[in-house]
């Protein structure tokens, strides 16, 4: 009951401060302008000759992958943004005061704001991954192979994500929780970039670094995994070997053994939150 | 306090056993501790606040005030020490069941409009409170006409006047206001003293910390002092204050003048002046049936004032330690 109400709170702040509007206008304009660039990808005369359509529909693949990537980069800032100032943000300003000396369990308060993150944040990655899938469609023809497994893995990245923010929002400021999120977020990925870049070399200490980099923060692993979902699998035929040094192309799905981990990630972080905000003094 | 809540903290008596007895204290508190740091904030702090009872805490800047607050609320964790509030441990969520606060750093969420944060207040607290009972309340604190307008664009003194709102808003039986006419104008420290007033005759118990001496002294039934985390006095008024005296000026006091006056109470004597030591628990019409006794013996009563130190002076006192360190006046 608590955390439904808290829920709710934090999406009418997400509302009410026009975050859904920044938000809206943002995806419409990035939606117009990927409608536009795409329809000049059919029939695009390059030094090698007229596109195919095979060749568009390729090229659609990566480009779905690059404007996904877009979405979830907007997805994480916001969130992690969003997140900062629900625990930090609240403490500082005493806002926390009256809420937590109502008869609320201070898990139930946090899991609440949890709660209303993950369905501001996912809502927002499926509605506009979707909108992008279905433009991508209208304009080239291209539909993705498993479309929801990539839009639902989108969605837990961003989970990932903000459960960091919160986590970090609980233990330091509002401006350095978001920092540090989208800071970590961005470092992952360059990792797992470099790591694809090791494994086309032959270079096993180079992959080791996007390896282990998934493991410590699953978004990048996770996003590899929605790639992989949306991108054409003749795609990764026609780019040949190596491939795995482009940083829009995914090898392989995601296995379910790193799904589990990212779960259990998810959980403890999450645990650890509920432990700090439960000890800390507002 | 009542050995049962004691009782109650050691775990010896399940609380269900406890239901027959009569109401446990709104606020119980013992030996609460709390450093920050190197830094002691409240040391060994207990007290207590009966049902219906208005109890004044007092201090200078820092002397812990609102660290005991937050302690008895949840909000900061003690490093020791016990609380009770409305009979259960403060560990419990539901001890807050019936506890209205305005915190000192009071501030709400500036999207929402004041009738909102009402809502979500009730909400919070499980309580059915009909739509009208709401609007009644931002009535009481002068924000009737304001009610569906956001927060955000909230005076501060507009802003405290929503939060007694939101320390009021579910039927309260303990509200803890701290220093809730920081804010305010001075009409606006009147609404305040009413309310508590308003408050105190419906038996809701009210823990009140203010600078505002005046204000305490009016509304308060009782005053703990606080000084260093330390409780430096606590009592009631009357205790605090001590026995109020009266200073006459008389023209040709005799001795049967002088006896009439020794029998209203001590008396010492400098040159025409007389002062006569009252008991605390003079029911007010000592010093007029004196007056009239003193008029019939001829005397010329040239003046009559009242002596009383006030609760600022005892302050004053107890923090410049011209008075013992510690004491429980009269309990």
Redesign the interface.
Known sequence: ??AL?VAG?TL??AA??RVVWALLVLTVVLLALSGWGFSKLVGLDTDLGTMTSGEARLVASLLLNLIMFGFSLIAAIGTAFLAGPTVAGEVE???A?????????RSSVLFGKWLGLVAFGCGYVVLAGLAQILVVRTVVGYWPPAPARGLALLAAETIVLLTLALLLSSVVSTMASGIIAVGLFGATWVAGVVGGIGGALGNEGVERVGTVSRVILPTDGLWRGAMNAFQDPIALVQMGPGEGGFPFLSESPLTLAYLAWAVLWIAVVWGLTAVSFQ?R?? | MASADAATVRGVIPETELAGLPPSAAVWCSGLRKRYGRQTAVDDVSFAVARGEVLGLLGPNGAGKTSVIKMLLGLVRPDGGEVLLLGRRSSDPRSRRAVGYLPELFRYQPWLTAAEVLDLHVKLSRVDVPAAERRECLALVGLADRAGDRVGGFSKGMQQRLGLAVALVARPELVVLDEPTSALDPLGRVDVRDLVLSLKSRGVAVLLNSHLIGEVERVCDRVVILDKGRVAASGTLAELLGQREVRLRLGTADGRAEDRLRAAGALTRSGDWFTVQLDADDDGVTVPDLVRDLVGLGVRVHAVEPVRISLEERLLAVLRHEEPSHQEVGR
């Open positions: 009951m608590t109400t709170l009418r702040e009410r401060r300003s005493g806002q005061l009256s809420i937590l000396a109502r008869p609320v369990r000890r003094d507002v």
